[in-house]
Nanobody, 117 residues
Framework: EVQLVESGGGMVQPGGSLRLSCAAS????????MGWFRQAPGKEREFVAA????????YYADSVKGRFTISRDNAKNTVYLQMNSLKPEDTAVYYC??????????WGQGTQVTVSS
């Protein structure tokens, strides 16, 4: 059974920081790209960041570049999203995803991030 479980969401003031975690299980993580999307009510899900288990390549949306950092811990089968200098427009449900080779994308359940004074 493939499982992706996000944690670390919550409410934070503008300029604050949060660290999201995504714990993965149920499939082989080598050569599997993983990352994060986010979705606000009434809007389409948008790409945030991605990282490959088998390399150092990382990718970021322009809206978060320089503020967010995606990282991985292969021993723990976990990816992280460190979010600094948070803005109200970062408010959304954040979803972890995995792209196993020759398989359909797998999504986590999502975790709410709210940035408000």
């Amino acid at each position: 059974e493939v499982q992706l479980v996000e944690s670390g969401g919550g409410m934070v003031q503008p300029g604050g920081s949060l660290r999201l975690s995504c714990a993965a299980s149920g499939f082989t993580f080598s050569s599997t790209a993983m990352g994060w999307f986010r979705q606000a009510p009434g809007k389409e899900r948008e790409f945030v960041a991605a990282i490959f288990w088998n390399g150092k390549s990382t990718y970021y949306a322009d809206s978060v570049k320089g503020r967010f950092t995606i990282s991985r811990d292969n021993a723990k089968n976990t990816v992280y999203l460190q979010m600094n200098s948070l803005k109200p427009e970062d408010t959304a449900v954040y979803y972890c995803y995995a792209d196993p080779p020759a398989a359909t994308r797998v999504w986590g359940q999502g975790t709410q991030v709210t940035v408000s004074s």
